[in-house]
């Protein structure tokens, strides 16, 4: 059974930085993209950024890029979302998705993944 664990979420004033962590379990890293999306309140889940199975090639939105970095540490069965700069935009719950994608293939679609995590909540404030 595949379990995502988020954590780290807070609240945090602009400007500032979070680090995300998903603690997964039940699937093989070296054959899962690992990705982060988030939902703010009324919009749609939307992606912020994946690493491929590798753990090489990372693909990130236009939004988080230069900001946001991903990345995972195997032998904790953990991937990480460091978030720096932070702005009032990116409150919203963010959720870890996992999916069993081809080599170097970073889907972006939400439908592309299939297993998620409950999410943690990020307030930045003004």
């Known amino acids: 059974q595949v379990q995502l664990v988020e954590s780290g979420g807070g609240l945090v004033q602009a400007g500032g930085s979070l680090r995300l962590s998903c603690v997964f379990s039940g699937l093989t890293i070296s054959t899962y993209t690992m990705g982060w999306f988030r939902q703010a309140p009324g919009k749609d889940r939307d992606f912020v950024g994946a690493?491929?199975?590798?753990?090489?090639?990372?693909h990130y939105a236009v939004s988080v890029s230069g900001r946001f970095t991903i990345s995972r540490d195997s032998a904790k069965n953990t991937l990480y979302l460091q978030m720096n700069s932070l702005q009032p935009e990116d409150t919203a719950v963010y959720y870890c998705?996992?999916?069993?994608?081809?080599?170097?293939?970073?889907?972006?679609?939400?439908?592309?993944?299939?297993?998620w995590g409950q999410g943690t909540q990020v307030t930045v404030s003004s």
């Open positions: 998705a996992a999916t069993a994608a081809p080599f170097n293939s970073v889907p972006t679609n939400r439908g592309q993944y299939r297993y």
């Open positions: 690493i491929d199975r590798s753990g090489v090639n990372a």
